[in-house]
């Protein structure tokens, strides 16, 4: 088993597209609730047994180096799956008068909350990760017809650097795809 204690760079960075150029890339495939864990073990794809212990406020990022040898021209690197994130610009409902602005908020966070999603709030924007498919997510926002919001869906990693590492746990972190079906009754109750 290998530590890893820090992150080498990442393979979006100018120098290291260079660097990894003809390299052999041994990918730590995580998904969006591992990669919010600054702590872990975990094999990558080539079965290398690595055990992940970062400082306590970080987490990696998609390309992000692990391993890197130089010699032998080889790197392990973390490739993220995050899900799509709907975002919801709340800027013009200031435009509302106070009741209208109270009024969309309240009715905002019950119709998020009533579908169970989670949400982490930044300023004037809202960040909820797709839980559903879009289509339904389209449908709840639509339904209600909020004054003054927009909203739009983007990928994961273009939130992420938005976000504290804290914030980016609590939108990624169990959001995993569910329906919204209650579990039935136990025959005997």
Known sequence: M?????????????PWKVRLEGARIDWLLLDQWEAQKNRF?????????????????????????LLWDEGARQAVVARISLSEVMVIDLGDAGAETADVRLRTCFELGHAL?????????????????LTVDRKVMSAVMKTHAFPGIEYTFVRGAEVIPFLAPHEARRLFGGAEPHSHAHPLPHPSS
């Open 113 to 129: 909350g009533n579908q169970h999603w989670p949400a982490v709030v930044k300023g004037t924007t809202v960040y909820v990760p």
């Open 41 to 65: 073990r975990k094999n990558t794809e080539g079965e290398l047994e690595l055990a992940v212990a970062l400082d306590r406020n970080a987490h990696l990022h998609d390309g992000d180096i």
């Open 2 to 14: 290998i530590i890893v204690e820090s992150i080498v760079g990442n393979r979006n960075d100018d």
